[in-house]
C-alpha cells in the first residue's frame, strides 16, 4: 500500500484563490521532504526542499512566496498555491525520504492535479 | 549537482521487441539510480532502483537496467515489449544528502 499519500488528488480553484496540498507519510517518519511540479508532457521538476522544523529550499526561480511550503511534523508538509493563477495549474507530486530503509528509500506520493480557473 | 540526460524523448517499438531506453548521469559521488514509469494520468511508480552491489538490478514487469560506471550509463531493458508497457519513462539520479534529479523522460509507443 501506498506509504506516502498526498490529498487532495484532485482540486479545481479560482485564479487569486490559495490552495493547500497535503503530504503525509503514512509508515515512517521523514525529515526531508521534496516537492515536485510537473507541467503537461515534460519532466517533473523540484520545486523545493522541505525539511522539518526549518525553512524550505527552494530551488532557482521557483518563487518561496508563492509556493509556501510547511514542515511543521515529521510526517506532514504542506504546499500552499497563494494567489493561484491558470499558469500555475499542474501535477505536483511529493516526495519522502525514509532513512530507516538502507538504501535511501525514497517513495512519491499520488500527486495532486491543480486546475486553476 | 547530480543530473540526468535520456536520450530519445520518445522510442517506438513493435510488440515483442526489445526495449532500450537510454540513460546518462552526471554525479560527484557514487549514486543511487532510479527509473521510474507513469502511465497517462497517474503518478510515478518505482520500477528499479540501484543502489550498492550487484550491476545488474532487475525490477518490475521484466524489466531490468545495468549499471555501468564507466561509461556513466543506466540502461533500462526490457526483452520482449508488450502493449501495457506504453508510458513515459523517468530516470532519476540521488545522491545520499540529496535531493532526486529526473531526466527529461522518454515516452514508449508499443505497436501490435
Known amino acids: 500500500g501506498a506509504v506516502v499519500s498526498q490529498h487532495p488528488s484532485r482540486v479545481i480553484c479560482k485564479s487569486g484563490t490559495s490552495v493547500k496540498i497535503e503530504c503525509r507519510s503514512l509508515?515512517?517518519?521523514?525529515?526531508?521532504m521534496f516537492w515536485y511540479r510537473q507541467f503537461p508532457k515534460k519532466s517533473l521538476m523540484l520545486m523545493a526542499t522541505?525539511?522539518?522544523?526549518?525553512?524550505?529550499?527552494?530551488e532557482q526561480g521557483v518563487e518561496k512566496d508563492k509556493f509556501l511550503i510547511n514542515h511543521a511534523s515529521l510526517t506532514l508538509s504542506t504546499l500552499t498555491v497563494t494567489s493561484a493563477h491558470p499558469e500555475d495549474s499542474s501535477f505536483y507530486i511529493c516526495?519522502?525520504?525514509?532513512?530507516?530503509?538502507?538504501?535511501?528509500?525514497?517513495?512519491f506520493g499520488e500527486g495532486s492535479w491543480l486546475t486553476v480557473v | 549537482a547530480q543530473s540526468v540526460t535520456q536520450l530519445g524523448s520518445h522510442v517506438s517499438v513493435s510488440e515483442g521487441a526489445l526495449v532500450l531506453l537510454r540513460c546518462n548521469y552526471s554525479?560527484?559521488?557514487?549514486?543511487?539510480l532510479f527509473w521510474y514509469v507513469q502511465y497517462p494520468n497517474q503518478g510515478l511508480q518505482l520500477l528499479l532502483k540501484?543502489?550498492?552491489?550487484?550491476?545488474l538490478v532487475k525490477g518490475i514487469n521484466g524489466f531490468e537496467a545495468e549499471f555501468k560506471k564507466s561509461e556513466t550509463s543506466f540502461h533500462l531493458t526490457k526483452p520482449s515489449a508488450h502493449m501495457s508497457d506504453a508510458a513515459e519513462y523517468f530516470c532519476?539520479?540521488?545522491?545520499?544528502?540529496?535531493?532526486?534529479?529526473f531526466g527529461a523522460g522518454t515516452r514508449l509507443t508499443v505497436k501490435p
Open positions: 540501484y543502489t550498492t552491489g550487484a550491476t
Open positions: 522541505s525539511n522539518e522544523g526549518s525553512k524550505a529550499t527552494y
Open positions: 509508515d515512517f517518519q521523514a525529515t526531508t
Open positions: 516526495s519522502a525520504r525514509d532513512l530507516s530503509v538502507s538504501g535511501n528509500t525514497i517513495y
Open positions: 532519476a539520479v540521488s545522491e545520499i544528502s540529496n535531493d532526486m534529479r
Open positions: 554525479s560527484s559521488v557514487p549514486p543511487y
